[in-house]
């Protein structure tokens, strides 16, 4: 009870000092609280609307998720350039005049609140842009600027990117159409080049090679009986002086019975089939009897005597003229037909390579033509994508809460900053008294002497004033009441009138103590 008669004993002492320190921040914050310019807020609130013809059906080719569509656009229309215009147009700041740019774009962003919904929380996407200024019709009109830019910037970004996508696979399928008519005229070239050895006529080629070789045998064949005819008709001379008609040669037995099984081969082919037992000995008997027929003629060769043909009659140099020119004939035309057949071998070995690197070719044109088709169907749904952007009809930025001009302020609220300043000034004012009573060392009281020199004092006598004293202590909180009554506000006042408005000052102090009320 002692200790709490005392602390009032020493406030009393030092009210004074707490009158002026509490009554001066009282008196600034109600001051700065009634003369803080009101501050205006609106604000609208977009909402990203669903495509309106299901992706089932038909999609757009702008896939953007709606989270990522309003931080792009935030991105795109909040920039640098947009807030410093839209601020310049609808002198959306007191004294703007006297900013750098720098400055009036931290105040655009610090005026300007932007807020979207939890996108973790499964919320619809929604995005709340909010702006304050001192003048309530600016508001509404830098949010519309606002307004105007989101909904523009929305629209080129969608059209644009659907325009780029149409523009794109328009240009892919030109450059595909291109190169498949490349690769088919390279193609064509190659076959054109390389026509006698395309595998499409191998089959044929190889046919026509094995009738050739058929022709071949067949000629060699005509030019041996034609070289046994002569030898014949040498030898029939050789041996009677006489000369026949060379269309009736001289047949030996063995050349007789050759012609026989000739003969019967081809009656049993007709009946049996090839690996038959008949047909397999008919055709041993014919080659047993081919070489008999040929050792027979090279034994008569060997044992008759040379006659020159210049002894020979001149019938029988006719006749064997015409055998030789026979004979010529043949070879010939025996030598036209290796032409071909090396020819056709010749292109029958190019074949392979030739149908390696055609089939390459023809690999490269497929996969080409896949990609063409595959093209056209992006194609397609690329047109559809931008029909359904251009008719506004895939998933775009609609306005749920117009910006609206408020008709009242919503800040600062006075009374609580006047309440808040003076419950500040009451706090300073008994800060001021701890602070000047723990600098003070002066005893006051016995238990101060007993604590500080160990010495009990026998009994304490209390500060009597004399009159004149009391007078002057009257005085002088008659002057300090004086003081706090008229000095502070005339200071206010000369301050505001001489140096700053003081809602002007009170913005300064705020903003280097970053405060934003």
């Known amino acids: 009870m002692e200790d709490l008669r005392y602390y009032l004993a020493v406030f009393k002492r030092r009210l004074p000092y707490f009158l002026i320190v509490s009554t001066l921040v009282s008196a600034i914050s109600v001051v700065v609280a009634y003369t803080l310019p009101p501050v205006y807020e609106s604000r609208m609130v977009l909402l990203v609307e669903a495509p309106k013809i299901p992706e089932d059906l038909a999609s ?20 640098r350039n947009n807030l410093l215009t839209i601020a310049r147009e609808h002198n959306a700041l007191p004294e703007m005049s006297e900013m750098s740019p720098d400055e009036i774009i931290g105040r655009m962003r610090d005026r300007t609140g932007i807020q979207t919904s939890n996108r973790f929380a499964q919320e619809v996407p929604l995005m709340t842009v909010s702006f304050e200024a001192p003048v309530a019709i600016t508001t509404a009109a830098v949010l519309n600027a606002y307004l105007d830019l989101i909904l523009q910037q929305d629209t080129e970004f969608r059209r644009g990117r659907s325009t780029e996508t149409l523009e794109f696979f328009q240009q892919e399928l030109e450059r595909l159409g291109a190169e ?3 690769q088919g005229a390279r193609i064509l070239e190659f076959k054109q080049a390389n026509t006698d050895a395309l595998p499409d006529s191998l089959d044929f080629r190889m046919d026509q090679q094995s009738d050739l070789q058929d022709q071949l045998a067949e000629i060699d064949r005509e030019i041996n009986g034609f070289r046994s005819q002569r030898s014949r008709l040498v030898q029939l001379y050789e041996l009677t002086g006489g000369v026949e008609d060379a269309t009736t040669p001289v047949q030996s037995a063995e050349e007789r019975a050759l012609e026989e099984a000739k003969t019967e081969l081809q009656n049993a082919l007709a009946i049996y089939a090839p690996d038959n037992p008949r047909v397999k000995l008919l055709e041993t008997r014919i080659k047993n009897l081919k070489a008999a027929v040929d050792a027979s003629a090279d034994i008569s060769n060997e044992t008759r005597e040379p006659v020159s043909e210049e002894d020979l009659p001149p019938v029988l140099r006719v006749q064997l003229d015409e055998v030789d020119a026979s004979i010529d004939a043949l070879q010939a035309q025996k030598e036209r037909i290796q032409e071909r057949i090396d020819a056709l071998t010749t292109t029958i070995e190019r074949t392979p390579e030739v149908a390696i690197v055609l089939e390459e070719m023809n690999r490269k044109y497929e996969t080409i033509q896949d990609q063409y088709e595959r093209a056209e169907e992006r194609l397609s749904a690329a047109q559809i994508g931008d029909q359904i952007e251009t008719r506004s009809r895939g998933q775009r930025i609609t306005v749920i809460e117009q910006p609206t001009v408020p008709d009242r302020p919503t800040k600062p609220s006075r009374k609580k900053l006047a309440v808040a300043g003076s419950g500040l000034g009451m706090l300073a004012g008994i800060a001021l008294i701890v602070l000047l009573e723990f600098i003070n060392n002066t005893a006051r009281r016995p238990e ?11 009994s304490t006598i209390p500060y009597i004033q004399t009159k004149g004293q009391r007078i002057w202590r009257r005085a002088r909180q008659l002057l300090v009441l004086l003081l706090i009554v008229v000095g502070i506000p005339a200071a206010l006042y000369a301050i505001h009138i001489y140096y700053l408005p003081l809602d002007l000052l009170a913005e300064k102090v705020m903003e280097k103590l970053g405060i934003r009320l």
């Open 60 to 79: 757009s080719t702008v896939q953007t998720p709606a989270f990522e569509q309003l931080q792009l656009l935030q991105q795109r229309v909040f920039t």
């Open 180 to 182: 498949i008519d490349r």
């Open 448 to 458: 101060d002497i007993i604590k500080r020199f160990g010495v009990t004092p026998i």
